[in-house]
């Protein structure tokens, strides 16, 4: 391949601009203030007007990526430096900085060429007349739309009017165009530009930029571009469509071509939205630009509801709250209308006719909200659910499992779990996560583990039963699996294994691309791409040449695993609670499912769960609101995780750097949290005052586990408090700062995609307050004082309660008690201990060890859940260990469920025990 124009050329690297939106606005404001300073003049106007210049040579390079105020206005800007305009140039400056700021320019035109030296409060009187045909249309929604192709100045000032005529009234938004001239440049402005919505591709442009960026050979290589250099230039087009498709699947794409049309939209048939051949027609251009932002935009069941509170109704049916009648006639609880406001209860009805729709059997605007959000988040399929990802889970499990089947089970997973093994009446396996001792919390479980458990299972005859593999990613603390691994290596035991990831605390994770590649629903269709392609099959021919025998169950654990392409299924579900981390109400959950057998094996067995847990009369409120935050990630989801991100990578920063935080806090890092043998990448760190932000995408890519960013644990052992004190007396009493997970020593801090540079800066200036009355707290106490502090501290940081292991579940709880892998029923003991004869209490105070001295089996008659860490310590059949005692001995929290002190744990009396041993 010929080289290209801009290849000999020296590349400036824009790898510091780690969020390139936000780093735009605080250079333009650090802009503004210096060139004001420098049109007052004084002492230092050489070293304002030196700094000036680097601030515009430090701006350039990006701003080629944003349609305003565009790379054209550093000519002016240039021009009144050179021309010692400071006055003009500080004003053109502030006029662009605040327009950012507000984002003014999405909502009328700013004209730059209008200011002159006159009255600064002129400035925001010259732009677009508030009454024209521009501003009315400047009031719609407004994105930016990227052209690729190489264009002189003056084609580009050409198309740029030519799109702009075809506005129309009728328009339900505005946009305007960027230029740029390679697939580097192209690949840089939908990662940097979080306005862009579409992508015209035409055939004329470079594959090299004049700036680098590191990430973009990670892009390539996503897509499976390793050697761009070897793709033929008339390829261009279709390369980076494809590799767009994989950074921002949500944009839409148009091809302009100069080769058999035809031929190209059957290559980019998935990745465009159309192909358009050579000189296309801008009007109809314009009108599929608009028609798939569109297509994005609207929310069927939220525009039904909204015209169906409209219609005058005269309800003789359910809810007397329906169109707020109880409300605004009582004479007593009309300050519930005036809070809420009447568009609440207008939109309150049980109908499913009138234009709305049944939850249960969706035909309307409900079944095609589902659809829209299943492109939304790359699933076959999608489901509503209006009370929880509790609900979610048991609706799956109950689908797919059958009693008797074998689960493999997260032992710390969220206790829906535990209680839909319940009802599925499953033979439930296990499995235990990494202990993280030193901090009272548990991590993820080893691959290695699972893969053992699946192949003793293999080796006893029973992988004919074992239906599913349950985990949790991420977990609470921030925990990610490498999913595609797990589920390839477990495919190559058992090719039809199903997968349920609790995605609760991850539903953002779609909509970003570091995040997306651990994603169930992204790692399924890969997989399921990979598995079909000549390129695998010839990988696993080599593969078996010398591949472990699978009655090897060493060799087996100790080398990657690859499954058979002709008999691998990919058969994948996701449960996320879209409230805990996007925009809906709470309990707006969703059930997403890529499972190859669904419409053959499932669809009726889920139908039926999914009748037996959800209400009949479901929250249309709530249903709306996962149609509405559907829309918002497919328009502005990849900026929001990147903010969520940038606003935990500013708390660690700030946490990191601040010398008395320091001393009384600290962060956990990557290193704390993942055990070196899963941290491949060797990356101990997201960020560190030596270094700053490292780069996550290899640890992303390779590791076994990785950490979530916007998870931020704080170690506050020093302190001397535990973590609930923590939370709820000094962080939420005194300064109404609200969390939810904590450990013995440690508070977690989550960003989401609402936090906001406020909102951190507050909690920053929270810490340092504790910590400045802690230390003069420290300053005043008396020596007895001292020690008892002292002791306090030792309390939470070296005298922890050990972190004990599952045990095993009694004999009499398991088909086959012998066997290895040590499957136990649950549901049989959960349902015994409603015989209250068969059960008794037995207290913690020496009782329960002298029983265990005394050689007997302790067995639990329920689920015991202590929050922290909110997960059962012991379930129904289980065994009560020496190290679960000591740990509930020792735990010093005041929530435990299933637990009552003054009474002790409840377990089957040894009778009930004997009993059942003896059939």
Known sequence: MAETKKQSKKRKSLSHYYNASQFRIDTWNRLKNTARQLAAGGSKAEQNRKLVRELIAYLAPVEVYWAFPGPQVFQQLNRHEELEEYNLLARKIARIAAALLSGEYRRKHIVLDAITDGDCEQDSNIDSGAGSDFERARKRPYFEVLIVDDLSQSQMDAQRSTLAAMRRDEDNFTYAPVFVSSLDDALIAVSFNHAIQSVIIRFGFDLHSENDLPVLNKYLHQAHYDHIEDVDRSDYGMVLADVIAHVRPELDLFLVTDQSVEEVAGKVGKTCRRVFYNSEDFFELHLNILRGVDDRYRTPFFSALKDYSKKPTGVFHALPISRGKSIIKSHWIQDMGEFYGINIFLAETSSTSGGLDSLLEPHGPIKEA????????????????????????????????????????????????????????????????????????????????????????????????????????????????????????????????????????????????????????????????????????????????????????????????????????????????????????????????????????????????????????????????????????????????????????????????????????????????????????????????????????????????????????????????????????????????????????????????????????????????????LEEQLEDMSPAERRLHEVNVKAVVDDLPPLPDFSHFHEVFRTDPAGKAGEGDSRSAYFLAYDEEKWEFIRLDGEIQAAMDAGRQVVSASFIIPYPPGFPILVPGQVASREIIEFLTKLDVKEIHGFRAELGLRVFTQEAIDELSKN
């Open 370 to 773: 589902q659809d829209l959000t299943a492109r939304a988040f790359g699933s076959r399929q999608t489901f509503f659910a209006t009370n929880g990802t509790s609900t979610c889970n048991k609706i799956v499990v109950q689908a797919l499992v059958r009693p008797d089947d074998i689960v493999l089970v997260d032992r710390d997973c969220h206790k829906s779990h535990h209680y839909g093994m319940v009802l599925a009446g499953a033979n439930v396996v296990y499995l235990d996560s990494y202990p993280l001792h030193e901090y009272s919390m548990y991590g993820a479980v080893p691959l290695k583990l699972i893969k053992e458990k699946l192949l003793v299972l293999r080796q006893e005859g029973k992988l004919d039963r074992v239906k599913m593999l349950l985990l949790t990613n991420c977990t609470f603390d921030g925990i990610i699996y490498n999913v595609q691994r797990v589920m390839e290596e477990c495919l190559a035991i058992k090719p039809d294994l199903v997968f349920l990831w609790d995605e609760a605390w991850f539903g953002f994770a779609r909509f970003g691309p570091t995040y997306r590649q651990r994603t169930a629903m992204y790692s399924a269709t890969l997989l399921r791409e990979r598995y079909r392609s000549s390129q695998y099959r010839l990988e696993y021919e080599d593969y078996l040449k010398d591949a472990a025998d699978l009655d090897d169950i060493e060799a087996c654990l100790d080398r990657p695993l690859m499954p058979d392409p002709d008999k691998v299924r990919i058969r994948t579900y996701a449960t996320q609670s879209t409230h805990k981390t996007l925009t809906a109400l709470r309990q707006g959950s969703m059930i997403h499912i890529h499972d190859q057998d669904y419409k053959s094996k499932v669809e009726e067995a889920f139908h039926e769960a999914y009748m037996t847990h959800t209400s009949t009369s479901p929250n249309y409120q709530i249903l709306a609101s996962l149609d509405v935050g559907r829309r918002q990630v497919e328009l502005e989801g990849f900026e929001l995780v990147q903010k969520q991100v940038e606003m935990a990578m500013t708390l660690r920063k700030s946490i990191s750097t601040h010398p008395l935080l320091c001393k009384y806090f600290r962060l956990l890092k990557v290193g704390d949290m993942v055990p070196e043998q899963y941290r491949q990448s060797g990356i101990e760190s997201y960020y560190d005052p030596d270094h700053g932000c490292n780069d996550i995408w290899e640890a992303w890519a390779g590791d076994e586990f990785c950490l979530d960013a916007t998870r931020v644990t704080l170690f506050v052992g020093h302190t001397g408090m535990d973590g609930d004190t923590f939370k709820n007396d000094i962080l939420m009493d005194k300064y109404g700062i609200q969390i939810n997970k904590t450990s013995r020593n440690s508070v977690l801090f989550m960003t989401n995609i609402g936090t906001t540079r406020s909102s951190v800066a507050y909690l920053i200036e929270v810490l340092v307050k504790i910590a400045k009355d």
